[in-house]
């Protein structure tokens, strides 16, 4: 039987938001209700949310050695769901850190992967992409030379991923993607074989679209806020406000 994946890289160091006592992953951001009683967020507990409600039953951790208080704070499950975790030795990017998990994935699998420094909507994001395929969740942003810009055809193929690009091509920039278990072994075989020298995912996924490989992009995202700097925390805040109105008027 196949697993539903949720992927959570959250070996970095936070350089950006400095100093903190704790991993930049437990950044408290808005709160939530427990019991009755108002309590704050862990900003990963906004992807964890997404993910659960895309049906995931796995969930896997990329800590580095000294984030064990990841670890303490999640603990072995989160709505039912199981945890794992592994250790990314010697954090050298994105790409190193998500083929760290790759031993717990099988061909068949579906993979959800998300950043868990960010919070973004609609919540349902990643149920938007279609299982089988390897595709992106997009979102306009103001600044796209701060991401990763995704260029595509009128039909949604992704042609190009600029890494954060002064003039880049397009506004819309991956928040979060979904693939299988077999297109993740492929990208990690092309990673080896590049000599594992792809930090960014983009310049990875550029390497596999130029060998024949796809990739979609859905334009189906609303808003995106990195919460791993100071303006992007003080956005985050405003962000949630506002939604809370909006679902207080859809009452």
């Known amino acids: ?27 408290p951001v808005g709160t939530r209700h427990d019991g009755g009683t108002e309590r704050p967020r862990a900003v990963t507990e906004y992807l964890l949310e997404r993910m659960t409600s895309a049906r995931v039953n796995r969930i896997c951790f990329v800590i580095s050695a000294e984030k064990t208080d990841i670890v303490r ?14 250790v990314q030795q010697n954090p050298h990017g994105l790409c190193d850190a998500l083929f760290s998990a790759l031993p717990f994935v099988a061909p068949e699998d579906e993979i959800l992967v998300g950043l868990p420094d960010t919070i973004w909507f609609p919540v349902e994001g990643f149920e938007l992409l279609p299982d089988g395929q390897f595709s992106f969740l997009l979102f306009p942003v103001a600044r796209p030379e ?106």
């Open 1 to 27: 039987m196949s697993s539903r994946w949720g992927i959570i890289p959250a070996a970095g160091r936070g350089t950006r938001i400095q100093p903190l006592a704790f991993s930049k992953e437990l950044l």
């Open 73 to 86: 704070y999640f603990g072995a499950r989160i709505a039912e769901v199981p945890i794992c975790y592994t």
């Open 146 to 251: 701060l991401f990763d810009s995704v260029v595509t055809d009128h039909q949604g193929i992704v042609e190009e991923i600029q890494v954060k690009c002064q003039n880049a091509a397009s506004e819309w920039i991956w928040g979060a993607f979904k693939l299988t278990g077999r297109h993740f072994a492929e990208l990690h075989q092309l990673w080896v074989e590049r000599d594992r020298s792809d930090e960014y995912l983009g310049t990875l996924v550029n390497a596999y679209l130029t060998r024949g490989g796809t990739a979609i992009g859905v334009k189906r995202g609303d808003v995106y806020v990195d919460v791993g700097t100071l303006n992007g925390y003080r956005e985050a805040s405003r962000v949630l406000s506002h939604q809370a109105t909006l679902h207080e008027l859809a009452s």
